[in-house]
T-cell receptor, first 112, second 113 residues
Framework: DAGVIQSPRHEVTEMGQEVTLRCKPI?????LFWYRQTMMRGLELLIY????????DSGMPEDRFSAKMPNASFSTLKIQPSEPRDSAVYFC??????????FGPGTRLTVT | AQSVSQHNHHVILSEAASLELGCNYS??????LFWYVQYPGQHLQLLLK??????LVKGIKGFEAEFIKSKFSFNLRKPSVQWSDTAEYFC???????????FGKGTKLSVKP
């Protein structure tokens, strides 16, 4: 199994630009999670899906952030417009019936 | 309120020293408990987990953790650390089959060769 796949691994963009992060969960997993990790705030849950349905998006910082999961094998996290304070590592994770999270390698986002 | 507390922000040990990282939680109902490790520049990896049964859980790389219900604790231990254990360790707690995991702030472990 290839594990959770995220792309891109690194993204550098200018303030105001749209950023799209992508995630492919482990095949057969039915829950998908988007996390953001920064030095200041640690690991924060942004949103999670169960069976492709968003269950809890209370961690999404503001309307500039949106996430979709059109099918069981793909999810996107979009930031529009991006701001420097969005710079962080964004992790996608998947799980089956909540039994632990399997994390992807992360996307390091730098907004200048 | 549900929370996870890791009291040590940064632990520095010499190789072969014993390790214990504290984790206390506040959570109503049945809990599932996890320890994750994040090596420098890498993603989080599951180290060990507890759902039920024997409260002493053995994980990968010689790590173990003990669930003490009366103390709301799930401390991580390793009898003899190696330089390669240098990483950040996160305790997490969750409940139910589909719920969120609440992560602690993490404890950075530095092992001196």
């Amino acid at each position: 199994d290839a594990g959770v796949i995220q792309s891109p691994r690194h993204e550098v963009t200018e303030m105001g630009q749209e950023v799209t992060l992508r995630c492919k969960p482990i095949s057969g997993h039915n829950s998908l999670f988007w996390y953001r990790q920064t030095m200041m705030r640690g690991l924060e849950l942004l949103i999670y899906f169960n069976n492709n349905v968003p269950i809890d998006d209370s961690g999404m910082p503001e309307d500039r952030f949106s996430a979709k999961m059109p099918n069981a094998s793909f999810s996107t996290l979009k930031i529009q417009p991006s701001e420097p304070r969005d710079s962080a590592v964004y992790f996608c994770a998947s799980s089956l019936a909540g039994r632990g999270r399997y994390f992807g390698p992360g996307t390091r986002l730098t907004v200048t | 309120a549900q929370s996870v507390s890791q009291h040590n922000h940064h632990v520095i040990l010499s190789e072969a020293a014993s390790l214990e990282l504290g984790c206390n939680y506040s959570y109503g109902g049945t809990v599932n408990l996890f320890w994750y490790v994040q090596y420098p520049g890498q993603h989080l990896q599951l180290l060990l987990k507890y759902f039920s049964g024997d409260p002493l859980v053995k994980g990968i790389k010689g790590f173990e953790a003990e669930f003490i219900k009366s103390k709301f604790s799930f401390n991580l231990r390793k009898p003899s650390v190696q330089w390669s254990d240098t990483a950040e360790y996160f305790c997490a707690v969750g409940g139910g089959s589909q719920g969120n995991l609440i992560f602690g702030k993490g404890t950075k472990l530095s092992v001196k060769p």
